[in-house]
Nanobody, 119 residues
């Protein structure tokens, strides 16, 4: 059974850092694209960062230069290192996996982890 389990969220002061982890199981992690999304209260869910199976990355403009997505295929884990955090980064962060089998897409979501940036 496919599972994505996020951890590492919490309360941090502006300018601080936090690292989120997403442990994956039940599928071939190394061949899957992994993404981090976030959703703040009253706002649409937005894509924060993407890492492909070949480890190429993309970031939302709002986090570029501050956040880094990475993956460890030996541990079936994707990370989001968040530096220079701002109050507007406050949201529930979700791990997402997508892979294809014979042109059919399969998408899975984690349960989310709360990140709060406040003084």
């Amino acid at each position: 059974q496919v599972q994505l389990v996020e951890s590492g969220g919490g309360l941090v002061q502006p300018g601080g850092s936090l690292r989120l982890s997403c442990a994956a199981s039940g599928f071939t992690f190394s061949s899957s694209a992994m993404r981090w999304y976030r959703q703040a209260p009253g706002k649409e869910r937005e894509l924060v960062a993407t890492i492909s199976s070949s480890t190429s990355t993309n970031y939302a403009e709002s986090v570029k230069g501050r956040f880094t997505i990475s993956r460890d295929n030996a541990k079936n884990t994707v990370y989001l290192q968040m530096n220079s955090l701002k109050p507007e980064d406050t949201a529930v962060y979700y791990c997402n996996a997508r892979y294809y089998i014979r042109s059919i897409a399969y998408t899975y979501w984690g349960q989310g982890t709360q990140v709060t940036v406040s003084s």
